[in-house]
């Protein structure tokens, strides 16, 4: 790539995660035919940068809209189509960056960048889509597997890289039967991690549970939203809006 195309596509990048973050932070607030101009035309300046004949095949533009009035507000299923679709085309983004010579990136900020904690069972798209969106949001996801054991017992070290985490979510899929019945509860892992949780970061969790699993009657958690392995888009903006709440955004 082109060092100065490289220069560019990193503002570029930089100006689409204030764009994302916002749309995921204040939705029904901001213009719902502008608000999909705007991102459009983003859109097109990074295509038009970036020359990939496969940018549309990993990470398609938003389809097209027309409400009914130019200061209608952003309605829930366009803001998660722009919230969807700006998640994917910033990991493709970085992913090409990270393939060119090393360019000129934004000034360090005085602030550490907060990280989240994700609890999670087996590996799956929706944990891929998850850690993608808190990178988007500018935060660093934290996965334990991901992180150095250094010779710590299992329980050490999820405590190790829970504690300085900012907020932890807990992503719950059904990866366990339930004798006589049809649904399915996470892995003992996530229960677990569930209680530690609640003792080290108190009220700021994020639950998200998978279409027919349940948590066991042991845990309590407090308000969680659904989600299935292919689709997150409400549990992205319940994240986006909680996380707000906790100070976080």
């Given at each position: ?234 549990a992205f903006i319940a994240i986006a ?9």
């Amino acid at each position: 790539m082109d060092p100065g195309n490289a220069r560019a596509l990193v503002t570029q990048l930089i100006a689409l995660r204030t764009f994302v973050r916002n749309v995921a932070q204040l939705g029904r607030s901001l213009p719902d035919n502008r608000t999909a101009e705007e991102y459009r035309r983003m859109y097109k300046h990074i295509s038009e940068t970036l020359a990939d004949a496969n940018l549309s095949i990993y990470a398609p533009n938003i389809s097209y809209w027309l409400s009914g009035g130019p200061d209608r507000g952003l309605w829930p299923a366009h803001q998660a189509e722009i919230v969807n679709s700006g998640t994917r085309l910033i990991s493709y983004l970085e992913a090409s960056l990270e393939a060119t010579q090393p360019v000129e990136s934004a000034p360090a900020t005085v602030e550490p960048t907060p990280h989240v904690f994700i609890s999670h069972g087996r590996p799956s798209l929706a944990l891929d889509r998850l850690k993608d969106f808190i990178r988007a949001l500018g935060l660093v996801p934290v996965v334990v597997a991901e992180q150095a054991s250094q010779g710590m017992s299992l329980d050490s070290k999820v405590v190790t890289y829970l504690k300085p985490c900012a907020a932890a979510i807990i992503l719950a899929t059904g990866d366990d039967s339930i004798e006589g019945s049809v649904k399915s509860q996470p892995r003992q892992n996530v229960i677990h991690e569930v209680g530690l949780a609640q003792q080290l970061l108190a009220d700021r969790l994020i639950y998200l549970l998978e279409e027919d699993t349940e948590f066991p009657s042991n845990i309590a958690p407090k308000v969680y939203e659904r989600f299935t392995d292919g689709n997150l888009t409400l549990a992205f903006i319940a994240i986006a809006r909680d996380l707000r709440a906790f100070g976080v955004l």
